[in-house]
Every structure is written in structure tokens, then in C-alpha cells.
């Protein structure tokens, strides 16, 4: 499922910066709760988070969307 | 907004495929008046319904987001 494939995707991309989930969360002022439950695959995320998600990561959505 | 850009992404991508808002919305199983109003970037539109655009574009997210 693309929740599931979105999730694995973020934990990729937010490792390769060696950024805690916590730290990262922070970053982007989300719940932190809230952020590992999406990387864990379970959320029906939103658009605005998304994006919160890519300028977090200061990657494009188009770049954040590869391959999955 | 990121809403807005999304909204006017998929109607230049349906508009360039020759269908109609309410053909294409009811060959994604999705309610009519609420694909317009995605179009019309008024919705915080969810992952697993922005798939479902996708597949009924025929196209991958990454192409989808492409210079949103």
C-alpha cells in the first residue's frame, strides 16, 4: 500500500541525513508521535504534511515521490 | 499553497487526456463534486486518494508531483 511504501521512503531519506525522528519531527514542528506512525506506514497522511515532510527533508515533492 | 498547485497540476493532466471532471472522477470511484473541489485546490487531500489520481491518470506519483 502507498501509505506503506511512503513511509519506508521518508525513514530512507530522513537515515541518509542521520536525523533522529525525534530531532526531525521537531524540525518540522509535527507531533512526533504523529511522524513515526507515518514512517511506520499507518497514516493516511495529507498533502500540507507531505509537503512539510519534503521542505523538512529540503527535497522537491517529485523527489521525495521517486519510486514509490 | 501546496493544494492549489496540486489541484491545477491534475486538471492540466486530465484536461490533456480529453476527459471530462465528471468521467474521470467516476472512473476513479471517486464522488464528482469532491474531485472538483481538489481540482479547485480546496482540499487537503489524503496519500491514498492521491494514488487513486495517479492510477486513473495512468502515471506514477513522481510523475504526478513533477513541478509541483
Redesign the interface.
Known sequence: M??ER?GQRIKKLRNAKGISQEKFALSIDMDRTYYASVENGKR?????N??KIANGLGI???E?????
Open positions: 502507498v501509505k511512503f493516511n497522511i495529507s498533502i500540507n507531505i509537503e522537491t515533492l517529485e521525495l515521490f521517486k519510486g514509490i
